[in-house]
């Protein structure tokens, strides 16, 4: 044979072997990015990944995680003795509570105790919890041992993953709206709802069942939504919430495709639903005791 | 050099030179211009209106426009094997465009794949499916890019395609091979709503090019079903599984013909939606069909029969996934990646939310004989169609950042669960998938073209982004 074949044919197994070897490459997702984890002087200490869903199945106590998970998600089905309204816990608390800005868990256990403006008293994670068994759930408080109350303390737990107490995950928190620095439109509001929220919270706000009756999306006003003592019905927390978190499932950004929303946006929609009639909290009246009651707070 | 070598050299030399200057004279004598073309009168408002009609039913404005470019301006870039083509500008710009385009040269490249300056397109330009298209709405649609598309003035991007590949007198053979002229055919044993449906499907609204299996020359497989039982099997490109649209199995068989018009109207029904390539076929074609066309396709899909070895019906298991997850009897790292980053949307009955979220549970894409739509829609996200029927047009996020073993667990969680049953997903599959998505063409859309929405909605960027 002579040097040229030998050229071309050489040329032509690398070529081929070239191709099928980057042909064959195996590619795998990026790793993950890290948030910070920071002590209390603002010290970067760490990094903090959330813990992956498939190594709850390997923890100790997995069977409680997994209750504590599916009571966040169905909060309304599995416990309908102490929810008296349409929504779950993860109804607000978005993506299972890993969402910066969607009101997250990743620090909650880390946080608790904590001192609360409405009661003007430090309060523990479970008495937080049952706040919102009575306000956003507008239902009766759980029991503080039950198993139920400690299987979702333990998903919380399991969320923090290896950061101590003391430090922070430094996750995005929402900051709340202050009254008198926007001026709401509700009738702007009215037309945002009926073009970004009606879809899924139907036209009278009365959310979407699914076949067996628990609710797919929920109710934002009417007899099975949240009452009048949730935080959610005061302007400067509803229009921070919806800034960040809704509509869900419109853009192609994971977990839920969220979408900022403007502002101003924000503030008309929620100027409107809010308002809307919702069941009564009676307690209200015990609500900042001893100091002045903030300007959206809601008597009616 | 050995005498032998030298005259193989040389001959191969000569049936190069050969077949090149076979290949320049084709677009002369195979396809050339038409001899006595018709007067078209471009002003006449009716002409205009069908020609539209016709360019929405061929969507023409899907590959010839990129994202965020302007109608017909081109751009759009399309992922080859071995490079990216570009869509090219049909608008009536006289310079960049088609401005300059007599009857005869829109003619004939719409039908037969060639430029006015006699070279052979790429098939990507679905012109082997626009040649049965009758005379009259070729010449409305003529009528109708020349007076009604506004002109823009945008050059035509290369293909990136390396030498030698990207040389194009071989396209001219590839012409003379698999684009033959051929006229529609009646099938006598059709109705003639169904025969009109398959004029429609084989023709303008060219189906097959997404849907019929492509062989090795790229050419479709099969152009009628009067052919081959390979009409509309199904067939993957840019890593979107458009599957089988026959009468059968891993087909359309669990359809019904409403809800197949309900679909292309609208882009979904109460258990699924349109994605990747098809959203865009519905938001800017299927859509805008009349109720005699779309009835027309639906009737004839549901006349094709099963391919032989194909079973003609397909039949759930029993879903005993609802109750499991219901009660909480999480037990498999699929189930629980489910439950974390699913459910959510697609809920524990997967069965979503009607015309909010697609159903799981029985839908046709998720146990699909070929995975490849179902892996790139969860990797990717996807974007229903926007249409006047719905308010809202709702977009799935994308889970690239999933490890393969996540995806390829909860992906065969979901192709087994709630009664689907199909063939296993391995995390090479996911592997593959995942480069086709980093590789996915980029489009061309010079900056003064960027296209300013018209309106401007009261809350910008969710439905209409």
């Known amino acids: 044979m002579n040097k040229p074949i030998i050229a071309v044919a050489a040329i032509a197994v690398i070529a081929v072997a070239g191709w099928t070897w980057n042909e064959s490459r195996y590619y795998d997702a990026p790793e993950r990015p890290a948030l910070n984890v920071v002590d209390i002087d603002g010290n970067i200490v760490g990094e903090y990944r959330a813990p992956l869903a498939r190594d709850m199945l390997a923890e100790e106590n997995a069977e409680s995680i997994i209750l504590g998970m599916r009571l966040l998600n169905e ?50 994670i479970q008495e937080r919890i049952n706040g919102c068994f009575r306000r956003s759930m507008n239902g009766v408080p759980l029991d503080e041992s039950s198993v139920e109350m400690q299987a979702m303390v333990d998903y919380m737990d399991w969320l923090r993953g290896d950061v101590e107490k003391g430090n922070r995950v430094s996750i995005q928190n929402m900051e709340y709206f202050k009254v008198g620095q926007f001026t709401p439109d509700p009738v702007r509001g009215e037309q945002i709802y009926v073009q970004q929220c009606a879809s899924c919270h139907g036209g009278n706000g009365e959310g979407m069942k ?4 628990d609710f797919i999306f929920p109710p934002l006003w009417g007899d099975e939504s949240f009452n009048l003592g949730a935080g959610m019905a005061r302007i400067s927390r509803a229009a921070p919430f919806v800034l960040h978190n809704m509509p869900l499932g419109v853009s192609l950004d994971a977990p839920l495709g969220q979408i900022t929303l403007s502002k101003q946006d924000a503030v008309d929609v929620s100027a409107y639903f809010t308002v809307k009639p919702r069941p009564d909290f009676p307690d209200k009246i015990h609500d900042w005791p001893g100091v002045p009651k903030p300007p959206d707070f809601r008597a009616h | 050099m050995k005498k032998a070598t030298q005259i193989a050299i040389f001959s191969c030399a000569v049936l190069l030179v050969g077949a090149v200057a076979v290949a320049k004279s084709v677009p002369y004598w195979f396809a050339p211009l038409m001899d006595n073309p018709p007067q078209v009168d471009i002003t006449d408002p009716e002409l205009i209106a069908k020609g539209q009609y016709y360019a929405r039913v061929a969507d023409c404005v899907a590959c010839h426009t ?48 060639i430029r006015p300056d006699n070279v052979a397109l790429y098939p990507a330009m679905p012109f ?59 099938n006598p044993s059709l109705t003639a709503q169904q025969n009109h449906g398959a004029y429609l499907v084989e023709g303008l609204a060219h189906c097959g090019a997404c849907h019929t299996p492509r062989g090795i020359g790229f050419q479709e497989k099969s152009l009628s079903n009067n052919d081959s039982e390979q009409f509309l099997a199904g067939s993957v490109l840019e890593g979107w599984y458009a599957k089988s649209l026959r009468n059968e ?68 298991t029993e879903d005993t996934t609802t109750a499991k ?31 909010v979220f697609p159903a799981l549970a029985g839908n046709s894409i998720v146990f699909a004989e070929d995975p490849s739509s179902l ?86 960027g969710a439905s209409h982004e």
Not at chain 2, 376 to 401: N, R, S
Request: with cysteine; aromatic share 10%; charged share 20%.
């Open chain 2, 249 to 316: 199995g891993v087909g359309l068989a669990i359809w019904s013909e409403e809800e197949l018009v309900e679909f292309l109207r609208t882009g979904r029904t109460h258990h699924t939606a349109a994605f990747g390539s098809m959203s865009e076929v519905v938001e800017k074609s299927t859509q805008y069909f009349t109720d005699t066309d779309l009835h027309a396709i639906a009737s004839y899909l549901m006349s094709l029969p099963p391919r032989k070895g194909y079973a003609a019906n397909w039949q759930p």
């Open chain 1, 210 to 213: 699914d076949q067996f009756g």
């Open chain 1, 75 to 124: 909060t309304a089905r599995l416990l309908p003795d102490n929810v008296g309204d349409g929504l779950n816990c993860n109804s607000c608390h978005m993506a299972q509570g890993k969402r910066p800005l969607g009101a997250p868990y990743i620090n909650t256990i880390n946080d608790y105790p904590k001192f609360m403006p409405r009661a003007q008293d430090v309060l523990n």
């Open chain 2, 325 to 355: 997850l219901r009660s909480g009897n999480i037990t498999e790292p699929g189930e629980i990646i489910y439950v974390q980053e699913c459910a959510a949307c697609h809920r524990m009955d997967g069965k979503g939310a009607p015309r």
């Open chain 2, 375 to 460: 892996i790139q829609v969860t990797m990717a996200g996807g974007k229903m169609a926007d249409t006047k029927h719905d308010m809202m047009a709702f977009t799935m996020p994308g889970f690239y950042h999933l490890s393969n073993q996540d995806l390829a667990d909860v992906l065969n969680f979901i192709r087994n669960g709630w009664g689907n049953h199909g063939s296993e997903i391995s995390t090479r599959d996911i592997a593959r998938m995942r480069r086709v998505v980093d590789h996915a063409p980029t489009h061309y859309v010079p900056h003064e073209n960027v296209n300013v929405p018209q309106f401007s909605s009261i809350v910008g």
């Open chain 2, 128 to 186: 082997v499916s626009y040649m049965i298209a009758k005379d009259d709405e070729i010449e409305a649609m003529y009528a109708y890019f020349m007076s009604a598309v506004l002109p823009v003035k945008q050059d035509n991007q290369v293909a990136t395609i390396p030498w030698p590949a990207n040389m194009r007198w071989p396209l001219a053979w590839w012409q003379l091979i698999f684009a033959q002229p051929r006229e529609f055919e009646e």
């Open chain 2, 66 to 113: 990129a994202p965020g470019g302007k109608a017909f301006a081109g751009g759009l870039g399309m992922q080859t094997p071995l490079g990216a083509i570009y869509s090219t500008n049909i608008t009536p710009d006289p310079e960049t465009g088609i401005g300059n385009y007599s009857y005869a040269d829109f003619e004939r490249a719409v039908r037969r794949g």
